[in-house]
């Protein structure tokens, strides 16, 4: 019997080129709010898979849905704000 294996070293996911800039943590900071959002919306949409949504479920997801909007306006207008901003200084 034969194994495969690998040239490569097993385990390259720590390597020091692969961590993410400061930039890019800076940017999953300021979307979090809208990742969050997005989770919850998830969750209440999770819990009708299996049952017919009653009316407090379908209240949820607007809920849920009305969040999510509301914290991709808020990051929207805050992106437009550094990039109408930032600029000028």
Known sequence: MNHIVTVQ???TAFEPW????NAELDA????MPVILTDVDLLD????????TPTE??????RRARR???????ALVNR???TNLFGGVA
């Open 9 to 11: 070293d097993a385990v």
């Open 28 to 31: 999953i900071e300021r979307e």
């Open 18 to 21: 692969m961590e993410p800039t």
């Open 56 to 61: 407090v479920d379908d209240r949820r997801i």
């Open 67 to 73: 969040r999510a909007l509301a914290a991709r306006v």
């Open 79 to 81: 992106t437009a704000d």
């Open 44 to 51: 209440a949409e999770i819990i009708t898979l299996d049952r």
